[in-house]
């Protein structure tokens, strides 16, 4: 279990090793996440194929607790918090937003975990593309919202010409957004890889396992602040609309 990131010592990664892809060091982390989309990508036209022409048999809940009713459980409780959030008017056209971003940045920190590996979000161009996406979206929802007069008038506090000064603070606050959602995956994740990669080298055949699982969990939560961000930005760009 070790996390490379940005630092290019050691031995080298599986990534840098795939066909077709870069096989310069410095690319691992872009590497793993195309490796990530493409297995995002597979799967989900699986299970489109898989679903198609059956949706009614899979509203009903099975009898018997399997794959299907695990997502069906996780998605319901995603759903519910983002729509708690971000409220019923938009909960529901940005779920599939905030959904897909978590998945994906999941499973962008999982990937860290495994043998000889490197986790992108530990990569600050990598983590700081997702804040960047998570900003453009929230600002377009705010603007669909508002109209792009209604947004900028939304800096203002509804203070008119006094509302400036707090206008410009907020338009700093905005900008760095990216850069702070970003550090923020970054940092948790390059860290966390880090001494859980010391600590296995260490105790090899002790320490691995409830590591393994001790960084499942951060990266479950790192995700999960992630998406509850954008949530909470996307309502606070979107508020005069509810």
């Not at 898989?50 to 299907?68: D, R, T, Y």
Request: include cysteine.
């Amino acid at each position: 279990m070790q996390s490379h990131g940005s630092a290019h010592h050691g031995p080298p990664s599986w990534l840098t090793k795939l066909p077709l892809l870069p096989q310069n060091r410095v690319w691992e982390s872009v590497n793993g996440a195309i490796l990530v989309f493409l297995f995002i990508l597979v799967v989900s036209l699986l299970f489109n194929r898989a679903i198609k022409g059956k949706i009614e048999e899979n509203v009903i809940p099975k009898s018997k607790f399997g794959l299907l009713s695990f997502v069906d459980l996780l998605v319901e409780g995603l759903y519910k918090l983002i729509v708690g959030i971000v409220g019923h008017h938009h909960g529901a056209e940005v779920f599939p937003f905030i959904a897909s971003i978590f998945i994906y940045v999941l499973l962008n920190n999982l990937l860290g975990l495994l043998p000889l590996s490197a986790s992108p979000s530990s990569s600050f161009p990598i983590a700081f593309a997702l804040g960047l996406s998570s900003f453009i979206f929230y600002n377009w929802m705010g603007i669909k919202a508002n109209g792009v007069a209604g947004y900028v008038k939304h800096f203002l506090m509804g203070l008119g010409v006094f509302g400036v000064p707090i206008a410009l603070f907020e338009l700093v606050s905005h900008v760095i957004r990216p850069f702070t959602l970003g550090l923020r995956l970054r940092t948790n994740m390059h860290i966390d890889h880090m001494l859980a990669g010391a600590f296995a080298d260490l105790c090899k055949w002790i320490v691995p396992v409830p590591l393994l699982l001790f960084g499942v969990v951060v990266c479950t939560i790192q995700a999960f602040l992630f998406a509850v961000l954008t949530a909470v930005y996307v309502q606070m760009a979107t508020e005069h609309e509810e």
